[in-house]
T-cell receptor, first 112, second 110 residues
């Protein structure tokens, strides 16, 4: 049973446009959500997170939105840049320092 | 940079042989994790540790064991490697809610 799902394996956008990556979860006990970015042959790097008490968190070009009623979160990248091309994983946790449950990943390609 | 190194970075081994992967951290974090990454599955937790000699299973622990005799080192052992354990293995540490990952070990079991 996949508790965290990223239903789009890939996404292609033009440079300068908005990239929207989506993630759905099923466990209502999750209270913290994270996005990671992964380049080939490297480990995932932490990008941005959001607590369940918030519905939005921004960090520069990256914004994460959380819709608890729909059990849905999204990552917006504005404007998209070719260097953003990578695999993006969403993850969820229910306790500080606890286990993360990851989605399958979405491969973003930003075309010049 | 969370000061995490993994060794070896690449390994090819034969079915049935034992393999040990090492994760080393320099920042004295209490929690450490081992994940495997496979296409279509994202990252799946194998085992984790919440202190020296304190470990627990993750969702895909069958065929794997771990040990943590020092805070800085977390070892993952495949007692008898199988082809289904061909994967990329990542170690991570935890700072509050976020986890930070090492560079990974690509393991191929032939």
């Amino acid at each position: 049973d996949q508790q965290v799902k990223q239903n789009s394996p890939s996404l292609s956008v033009q440079e300068g446009r908005i990239s929207i990556l989506n993630c759905d979860y099923t466990n209502s006990m999750f209270d913290y959500f994270l996005w990671y970015k992964k380049y080939p042959a490297e480990g995932p790097t932490f990008l941005i997170s959001i607590s369940s008490i918030k519905d939005k968190n921004e960090d520069g070009r990256f914004t994460v939105f959380l819709n608890k009623s729909a059990k849905h979160l999204s990552l917006h990248i504005v404007p998209s840049q070719p260097g953003d091309s990578a695999v993006y994983f969403c993850a969820a946790s229910s306790v500080q320092g606890g286990k993360l449950i990851f989605g399958q990943g979405t491969e973003l390609s930003v075309k010049p | 940079d969370a000061g995490i190194t993994q060794s070896p970075r690449h390994k090819v081994t034969e079915t049935g042989t034992p393999v040990t992967l090492r994760c080393h951290q320099t920042e004295n974090h209490r929690y450490m994790y081992w994940y495997r990454q496979d296409p279509g599955h994202g990252l799946r937790l194998i085992h984790y540790s919440y202190g020296v000699k304190d470990t627990d299973k993750g969702e895909v622990s069958d065929g794997y064991s771990v040990s943590r005799s020092k805070t800085e080192d977390f070892l993952l052992t495949l007692e008898s490697a199988t082809s289904s354990q061909t994967s990329v293995y990542f170690c991570a540490i935890s700072r509050d809610y976020e986890q930070y990952f090492g560079p990974g070990t690509r393991l191929t079991v032939t």
